[in-house]
């Protein structure tokens, strides 16, 4: 084999490694941490036909992924949904804003209250795992 082809072709299976890491860490991860957040927020009931602001993207520092909501109808609350692939699991916190203040105990008006104190986990079918708080 010459090396020009092995070249080639070392070339091409590293690039591929690198873009199949890529999409685990990034588009991957995010599908699976919108529909785990999504189910989590259908459990709490939210409307999503009410207006809202949505922001998603990776947190660096820990790891995981983080959506963060501000609905309309509750302007003094931001709701940040963090998912961790590691544990398959959701953790809610609300902060009153513009100040980031408070956690997961704010009450103040929240509409959606968190299922539980601390982090709801996932089996391996993507189901809520429900226990009491």
């Given at each position: 084999?010459?090396?020009?082809?092995?070249?080639?072709?070392?070339?091409?299976?590293?690039?591929?490694?690198?873009v199949i890491v890529w999409y685990?860490?990034?588009?991957?991860?995010?599908?699976?941490?919108?529909?785990?957040?999504e189910t989590y927020m259908k459990a709490q009931k939210v409307d999503f036909d009410k207006e809202y602001q949505k922001k998603s993207s990776k947190e660096f520092k820990t790891?995981?992924?983080?959506i963060?909501?501000?609905?309309?109808?509750?302007p003094n609350l931001i709701y940040e949904y963090e998912y961790d692939k590691s544990t398959n699991s959701v953790l809610l916190i609300?902060?009153?804003?513009?100040?980031m203040i408070?956690?997961?105990?704010?009450?103040?008006?929240?509409?959606?209250?968190?299922?539980?104190?601390?982090w709801s986990k996932f089996d391996s079918n993507g189901n809520l795992i429900l226990t009491s708080k």
């Open positions: 084999m010459s090396k020009k082809l092995f070249l080639s072709i070392f070339v091409f299976i590293l690039s591929l490694a690198v685990i860490n990034f588009p991957g991860y995010e599908k699976i941490a919108e529909e785990r957040i790891g995981r992924w983080m963060v909501y501000k609905f309309a109808d509750e609300v902060y009153e804003s513009p100040l408070g956690g997961s105990s704010v009450e103040k008006g929240m509409k959606y209250p968190s299922l539980k104190d601390g």
